[in-house]
């Protein structure tokens, strides 16, 4: 299927690594041109050197902090009039009530939920200005299935969920769609690292970890091309009539009960 990206532009946050970067390596193959922005420099100009070489499209990275408030703008100035914006930027902490101070909670919320609204912020005005544009939250699947060991996590989630779908439910008629998706357990590095330490508690071998997934769909975590798929297909042409919607890929997990 052609999904009808090519020579179309995109700004994807969090781009140094995991699902961003798989985000960023499944637009380059449909040729779209990128704008990559996360803090970790050598990480965004290694993806640069591959992503140019691989598919022969523009890659320029943007090496900064979303959790500061100025970074959306500045990415605006910049960039601002790409056809596509990846929200994708932040990783909250996982813990309780107790364990979660406020210190801990504002920081995580300035990169994940801050971040992603203040960078909505910025280029949905130029979107809305163009009558065109699409907007793609990767959010995750603690918002619609809430974990206390992982409040934090969850509140913010489900508060970006809430966001895209009131957002999205209105920007189709200044022509510009707002999605999310919401993936589950995704095999990033940092998911194999805490399975790692997991496995190495429960099992007294961090070799093992791959045991702890036996009771996933299909054993194991989504993979990062899979989350990555679904997003460069909603963040198409072929999506065109979708807006204001919260997509989940999960293998079926949020329907299993607890």
Same mark, same amino acid.
């Given at each position: ?37 996360a803090r970790t420099e050598p990480l965004l100009q290694d993806a640069r050197e591959r992503l140019q070489a691989e598919h022969g499209v523009t890659?320029?990275? =943007?090496? #900064? /902090? ?5 970074? @959306?703008?500045?990415?605006?100035? &910049?960039?601002? !009039?790409?056809? *596509? ?24 919320w300035d990169l994940k939920v801050f971040g992603y609204v203040n960078t909505t912020r910025e280029f949905l005005r130029r979107m809305k200005a ?5 907007i793609v939250n990767v959010v995750g699947l603690a918002g619609e299935r809430p974990n206390a060991g992982y409040i934090a996590g969850s509140a ?13 439910? =209105?920007? #189709? /008629? ?5 999605? @999310?998706?919401?993936?589950?357990? &995704?095999?990033? !590095?940092?998911? *194999? ?66």
């Amino acid at each position: 299927m052609d999904l009808e990206l090519k020579g179309k532009s995109a700004l994807v946050t969090g781009a140094s690594k995991g699902i961003g970067l798989g985000v960023a390596e499944a637009l380059a193959a449909e040729g779209v041109h990128l704008h990559l922005a996360a803090r970790t420099e050598p990480l965004l100009q290694d993806a640069r050197e591959r992503l140019q070489a691989e598919h022969g499209v523009t890659v320029t990275i =943007h090496p #900064l /902090d979303l959790s500061q408030s100025s970074a @959306a703008k500045e990415l605006a100035q &910049v960039c601002g !009039d790409v056809d *596509v914006l990846v929200n994708n930027a932040g990783a909250i902490p996982g813990g309780d009530l107790e364990a979660v101070n406020e210190e801990i909670w504002r920081q995580a919320w300035d990169l994940k939920v801050f971040g992603y609204v203040n960078t909505t912020r910025e280029f949905l005005r130029r979107m809305k200005a163009r009558g065109h544009g699409v907007i793609v939250n990767v959010v995750g699947l603690a918002g619609e299935r809430p974990n206390a060991g992982y409040i934090a996590g969850s509140a913010g989630n489900a508060s970006l969920m809430a966001f895209t779908r009131a957002l999205g439910a =209105h920007s #189709l /008629d200044y022509g510009v769609r707002v999605v @999310a998706v919401n993936p589950g357990p &995704v095999e990033t !590095d940092r998911h *194999v690292y805490l399975m790692k330490l997991r496995a190495k508690s429960e099992l007294g071998d961090e070799n093992r970890w791959r045991e702890l997934a036996q009771k996933q769909p299909m054993g194991r975590a989504a993979s990062v091309r899979e989350v990555a798929d679904l997003v460069t297909f909603l963040a198409s042409p072929r999506a065109s009539y979708m807006s204001g919607t919260v997509v989940t890929v999960d293998g079926g997990i949020s329907g299993r009960g607890a």
